[in-house]
């Protein structure tokens, strides 16, 4: 499966749009810098599984939503996973994305 970083772009902004937040109050909730998310949504930068786990919690919805323009209904859940990642340095992030996509390959 290969990712559409614009249609995701396209997906966060509007999002956004639809809670009536600008983006300085999405990156200010998400702890983003200065201008990433107008990067994100206009598919010049490429955001993080963090990244898009934080923009989820900021927008209230789930980072699927974004990644295939389908919304789970347990947001708690994805909430609680996100909340999870959050204070993990880079090589923890690592090794959670690299469990995810096993993971993710899984017939359960």
């Known amino acids: ?18 809670l009536g937040l600008k ?7 998400a702890d983003l810098g200065y201008k990433y998310l107008s990067n994100i949504e206009r ?7 963090e990244v898009i786990m934080r923009l989820a919690v900021a927008l209230d919805t789930t980072p699927d939503e974004f990644l295939i323009g389908t919304l789970s209904h347990d947001n708690q859940e994805w ?9 993990m ?3 923890q992030l690592s090794l959670a994305k690299s469990f995810l996509t096993w993971l993710s390959n899984q017939s359960l």
Request: hydrophobic share 30%; aromatic share 2%; glycine share 2%.
């Open 1 to 18: 499966m290969t990712l559409d970083y614009t249609e995701i772009g396209k997906r966060i902004a509007r999002r956004r749009k639809e």
């Open 23 to 29: 983006q300085s109050e999405v990156e200010e909730k």
């Open 43 to 49: 598919s010049i930068s490429i955001p993080s599984v």
């Open 79 to 87: 909430k609680n996973i996100s909340e999870m990642l959050r204070p």
């Open 89 to 91: 340095n880079a090589k």
